[in-house]
């Protein structure tokens, strides 16, 4: 059982738009902790998308966004390509467990 | 160009240990932590800690305290994961990963590519 919770899959078709969640408590990302998000393509090693919340470091596109509301975060994707076809993790810190967390992951299909 | 790149793949016996190498290249190897996480077959990712090459300081996820070392040789400019008392549970591939961002555990913008480590009698 993940700290940080993510849906299992979302869907959408090209050209769309889709958000992934990660829901968390007060002892991380309600508590301002920074997350991180990383996308992981099948067979490969995961990759960084945004950083500190909303940062998106330079070479990802402008499609990719993350933002924070409470004790949950989101990345939203928008213009769907078939190639975001891939697992997506959020990942915090946790000052109860004062160690670093990720979400379960999120398997995104693009129908 | 920043580069990390890991040891071989490892197969060992339950009860065993494994130290895996993280050779970091094209970059001021103290200034940036090591990160290490796991993956293990058709799951998810599993934060272990983090390492300060600089320092030599370490913080490990409660989960592995006791049995994970994180180590660095700062002329080799080379960190290290050593876990012992395998179990099959511990099948898995491990990642070393370069933290830049500034609030631990630091995003993780390079990736070492993988070590896989095998559990099995």
């Known amino acids: 059982q993940s700290v940080l919770t993510q849906p299992p899959s979302v869907s959408g078709a090209p050209g769309q738009r889709v958000t992934i969640s990660c829901t968390g408590s007060?002892?991380?990302?309600?508590?301002?902790?920074?997350v991180h998000w990383y996308q992981q393509l099948p067979g490969t090693v995961p990759k960084l998308l945004i950083y500190?919340?909303?940062i998106r470091p330079s070479g990802v596109p402008d499609r990719f966004s993350g933002s924070r509301s409470g004790t949950s975060a989101s990345l939203a994707i928008t213009g769907l390509q078939v190639e975001d076809e891939a697992d997506y993790y959020c990942?915090?810190?946790?000052?109860?467990?004062?160690?670093?967390?990720f979400g379960g992951g999120t398997k995104l299909t693009v129908l | 160009q920043v580069q990390l790149v890991q040891s071989g793949a490892e197969v060992k016996k339950p009860g065993a240990s494994v130290k895996v190498s993280c050779k970091a290249s094209?970059?001021?190897?103290?200034?940036?932590?090591i990160n290490w996480v796991r993956q293990a077959p058709g799951q998810g990712l599993e934060w272990m800690g983090w390492?300060?090459?600089?320092?030599?300081?370490?913080g490990y996820a409660q989960k592995f305290q006791g049995r994970v070392t994180m180590t660095r040789d700062m002329s080799e400019t080379t960190a290290y994961l050593e876990m012992s008392s395998l179990t099959s549970e511990d099948t898995a591939v491990y990642y070393c990963?370069?933290?830049?961002?500034?609030?631990?555990?630091?995003?993780?913008?390079?990736w070492g590519q993988g070590t896989l480590v095998t559990v099995s009698s």
């Open positions: 500190a919340t909303t």
């Open positions: 990942q915090s810190y946790d000052s109860s467990l004062s160690e670093g967390v």
């Open positions: 007060s002892s991380n990302i309600g508590a301002g902790s920074d």
């Open positions: 390492l300060n090459p600089n320092s030599g300081n370490a």
């Open positions: 990963g370069r933290g830049f961002s500034a609030a631990r555990p630091r995003a993780q913008d390079h």
């Open positions: 094209g970059y001021v190897f103290t200034r940036y932590d």
